[in-house]
């Protein structure tokens, strides 16, 4: 059964709630209502970058990076953020809480937002017994119109569920393998589930056992996303790793990095030299009459040579991870 407003004042002690604002702290007068607890909207958001296509059979090297697919947004005070039609955008509660251990907790959005087209939450409602953290909301607009919200108005309800009885073992516990204790609310970490895992291996793709990517981690630390994405492909084209350990992954990816490095070192030198060599020929052709194909063709290479020209000339924004940069982390070599 779900809890009424005197049951719920009695397990606040246990649910040991918390704002994420001092000058704002949770107010059991303003938000326990008959049957459940008004809960605010933070100031902390993640939107989802446009990429690949979430792949649930391939988890490969997330664990590095785990967010590197969405942007962070923390809002200051008066600000707000824009939601457009068919979007999602992640945010969460600003109240941390726990469930008591003889309830089950249930999210559900409040019914003046719902009649706005604005969903709270993408069939992730349930709270299970021991849980502690910020709850995520999942936001979508259903609406045909961009819909702006802010910090900390009421946005959702919580309401707890009292169980039949005490559960033999509370989320958090070490033989569930808990993802989300002390959750912050952000994205997910479906890869960490064991059953997804071993799902996984019947697929035979290239996912990298968990102890193996925190050896990777410990020993290149974190990188920047489009270094992960390149160290994701080479464990790709590997196919079988069954064989392989973190330091061999790590060495082949930085040999391919050196690799990339020179490549990249060359192009940006071509596109250098093209363009003069290439204007140069134009004008050299202009002494030479009757206009014939082969003049066309050079004056079309010095137009078309404008473009590498000025790549080359931009700033290189490209990190890599190769032999040099191993031993910098190592602490080999000096910067």
């Known amino acids: 059964m779900y809890l009424c407003d005197r049951d719920i004042a009695a397990k606040l002690a246990d649910m040991r ?137 009421p946005i959702c309800q919580l309401m707890l569920i009292r169980l039949s009885g005490l559960p033999g073992r509370n989320y958090g516990q070490q033989e569930l393998q808990s993802k989300y204790m002390d959750d912050d609310g952000g994205p997910s970490y479906w890869w960490r589930d064991k059953r997804i895992r071993e799902l996984q291996k019947k697929f035979h793709d290239a996912n990298v056992e968990l102890y193996v990517q925190e050896q990777i981690l410990a020993a290149v630390g974190i990188q920047q996303p489009e270094v992960i994405e390149r160290f994701e492909r080479l464990v790709t084209r590997l196919g079988d790793l069954q064989k392989e350990n973190a330091a061999s992954l790590v060495d082949r990816f930085a040999a391919s990095e050196d690799r990339l490095r020179t490549r990249h070192s060359v192009s940006r030198g071509l596109g250098k030299w093209l363009l003069p060599s290439s204007v140069a020929a134009a004008i050299a052709q202009r002494f030479f009459f009757p206009v014939t194909p082969s003049h066309v063709a050079v004056w079309l290479a010095a137009v078309s040579s404008v473009w590498p020209f000025l790549w080359s000339l931009r700033d290189n924004p490209r990190q890599y991870l190769g032999r040099y940069e191993l031993d910098v982390i190592s602490g080999k070599e000096k910067l």
């Open 17 to 153: 709630i918390e704002g994420d604002d001092p000058s704002s702290p949770f107010s059991p007068e303003t938000q326990i209502q008959p049957c459940s607890i008004d809960l605010r909207l933070s100031n902390v958001f993640w939107e989802p970058q446009k990429g690949r296509p979430v792949d649930l059979r391939k988890s490969a090297l997330l664990e590095l990076k785990p967010r590197r697919y969405w942007r962070q947004i923390v809002l200051r005070p008066r600000e707000h953020i824009t939601l457009k039609p068919g979007h999602l955008l992640l945010g969460r509660v600003c109240e941390k809480f726990t469930i008591p251990f003889d309830c089950a907790g249930k999210i559900e959005g409040r019914s003046s937002f719902s009649r706005l087209g604005l969903g709270v939450h993408c069939t992730g409602d349930f709270i299970n017994p021991g849980y502690r953290g910020h709850m995520p909301l999942e936001l979508v607009n259903f609406s045909p119109n961009p819909i702006r919200i802010f910090p900390f108005v």
